[in-house]
T-cell receptor, first 113, second 113 residues
Framework: DTEVTQTPKHLVMGMTNKKSLKCEQHMGHRAMYWYKQKAKKPPELMFVYSYEKLSINESVPSRFSPECPNSSLLNLHLHALQPEDSALYLC????????????FGSGTRLTVV | GDSVTQMEGPVTLSEEAFLTINCTYTATGYPSLFWYVQYPGEGLQLLLKATKADDKGSNKGFEATYRKETTSFHLEKGSVQVSDSAVYFCALSVVDSSYKLIFGSGTRLLVRP
């Protein structure tokens, strides 16, 4: 299995809703990432997990809450989002011990109404 | 800080034309370099990579050579197809505690029949 699987593919949520994005990989990668991509822009790093521990938070607002329950799963919990948070949310993973690039998932397209 | 600069798009070519997308970088360490491709409505796919000077990455007819003397990693393809229409991102990572990917702004390629 050489894929990163993200669910759901599309999500529409209201500003008072709570929802979660899910990411799963079975490649044995020990680093997992959340990126946010606005239209016609490159991805921007949000969080990095290394060996299931949060190692980087790029000053992301607390309405985004990441969680790494085990080495294969990464969640992003969403609460009280704003319309400007609408974007493509990409999960990625990489082997922790080398520098050979990420494997990205296909993303969750989030719309906040 | 570390950064990647890509040529502005969109790049519009006729089928079977030669493609070059320029990419230059600035890095404090010794980076690995990548090209990612994003098709409409999808996540990012790793197209090719190079981890040391003079390495040539290649995949699906695309090539790029890691040029340390000119700090460049230009993407080339001898004969583009309509199916190559996508956004291409140049990226680098430096081996440190973050394994953060730094992206260029992306170049949109449109290939016409």
């Amino acid at each position: 299995d050489t894929e990163v699987t993200q669910t759901p593919k599309h999500l529409v949520m209201g500003m008072t809703n709570k929802k979660s994005l899910k990411c799963e990989q079975h490649m044995g990668h020990r680093a997992m990432y959340w990126y946010k991509q606005k239209a016609k822009k490159p991805p921007e790093l949000m969080f990095v997990y290394s060996y299931e521990k949060l190692s980087i938070n790029e000053s992301v607002p607390s309405r985004f809450s990441p969680e790494c329950p085990n080495s294969s799963l990464l969640n992003l919990h969403l609460h009280a989002l704003q319309p400007e948070d609408s974007a493509l949310y990409l999960c990625a993973s990489s082997p922790r011990t080398d520098n050979y690039g990420y494997t990205f998932g296909s993303g969750t397209r989030l719309t906040v109404v | 800080g570390d950064s990647v600069t890509q040529m502005e798009g969109p790049v519009t070519l006729s089928e079977e034309a030669f493609l070059t997308i320029n990419c230059t970088y600035t890095a404090t360490g010794y980076p690995s370099l990548f090209w990612y491709v994003q098709y409409p409505g999808e996540g990012l796919q790793l197209l090719l990579k190079a981890t040391k000077a003079d390495d040539k990455g290649s995949n699906k007819g695309f090539e790029a050579t890691y040029r340390k003397e000119t700090t460049s990693f230009h993407l080339e393809k001898g004969s583009v197809q309509v199916s190559d229409s996508a956004v291409y991102f140049c990226a680098l990572s430096v081996v440190d505690s973050s394994y953060k990917l730094i992206f260029g702004s992306g170049t949109r390629l449109l290939v016409r029949p």
